[in-house]
DNA sequence: TTTAAGTTTCAATATATTTTGAAAATTCAG
DNA sequence: CTGAATTTTCAAAATATATTGAAACTTAAA
């Protein structure tokens, strides 16, 4: 396969992967673009590149570098921004983490926290079966959390497996 | 708070949560009232509870048998077919888990491998970036692949914390 | 069989999300 | 300052996704 065949196939399919996860297929193409080119591109390199409208590429950049995936880089001589994004895909997947832990699992858990409160009679099944529902979930959300921060203090071998090679 | 409040809070959050994680919301909003539901419901109950139509709630409960987190139950005597959903939220999760890995990572692994190869010169600087970062970003998806399979194998011990202590 | 209850399908419709593009705002060289 | 280059905003348009509801289909009791 060609390079150029092989880029457009990756940008495109990773826009498609990223839908399934409740991300934006743009913001996931621009991402995969970035991760691909060796200088950093103009938000105008990004419009040709991907066919899209400027205000599309400016939103969704706006939004790569709020999850900390992507940076403004300053050209010295230019007057135009250009952006690149984080190579290392460890740090790129524990920042990704960092990010829905932060902006899902912690509201969720709180939500749930509120949830385990019921005011009704505590020997009706209903209100056990909430309860236990509820509290089940919260117990593997806050599992989770834990885990998930042990995961972003640790270092690249939790995940490329010398660590868990003991569980085999 | 009152049980049947919490009830409706619990549903429509969770259809709110689902929805980030590209779960349909009414999906997630059917898979909510079953968990919390003592007993089987009826393609009818769940049209009064959530307010949705006929074939709404068709579609997404024959989704969620696909999921493997809702099964039919037949109630003797009763013409009408009822629907029960997994209650154990450790099974619901390497459930989930599980599915997502075979619909999602295991496609995306195949992909990646697929786009390793590259014919032109092995030697450009494109080429070897472009091969580095869909090489480091299998190598991910195949950790958390065996990872993930691992998760599934173990017993609930894996997930309420005995193992991971062993790293804190 | 017949037929009524129950289930499924799917084209049409409604809703939600994304994208555009031009105007407004900002930045900075001259 | 001034104005051209660049970035940002956001209402309108386009697209994608979810929902409806009625007709078609299936099932099983009479």
Chains 1, 2 share one sequence.
Do not use: C
Request: glycine share 6%; net charge neutral.
């Amino acid at each position: 396969m060609k390079l150029s065949e092989a880029k457009q196939q990756f940008i495109s399919s990773w826009g498609a992967f990223g839908t399934q996860w409740g991300i934006n297929r743009t913001m996931a193409q621009i991402h995969a673009l970035l991760l691909v080119s060796i200088n950093p591109l103009t938000q105008d390199d990004m419009m040709e590149e991907l066919s899209i409208s400027r205000g599309n590429v400016n939103m969704n950049i706006r939004d790569l570098i709020g999850w900390g995936l992507v940076d403004r880089v300053i050209i010295s001589g230019e007057r135009k921004e250009y952006f690149t994004a984080e190579k290392d895909i460890w740090k790129v997947a524990t920042q990704i983490i960092k990010e829905r832990k932060k902006r899902e699992l912690d509201p969720m858990i709180k939500l749930l926290s509120q949830l385990e409160n019921i005011d009704d009679d505590k020997k009706d099944k209903e209100v056990q079966q909430f309860t236990q529902v509820v509290g089940s979930i919260k117990k593997l959300g806050l599992q989770a959390d834990k885990t998930l921060d042990l995961m972003i203090k640790a270092d690249e071998n939790w995940f490329t497996g010398s660590i868990l090679k003991m569980f085999k």
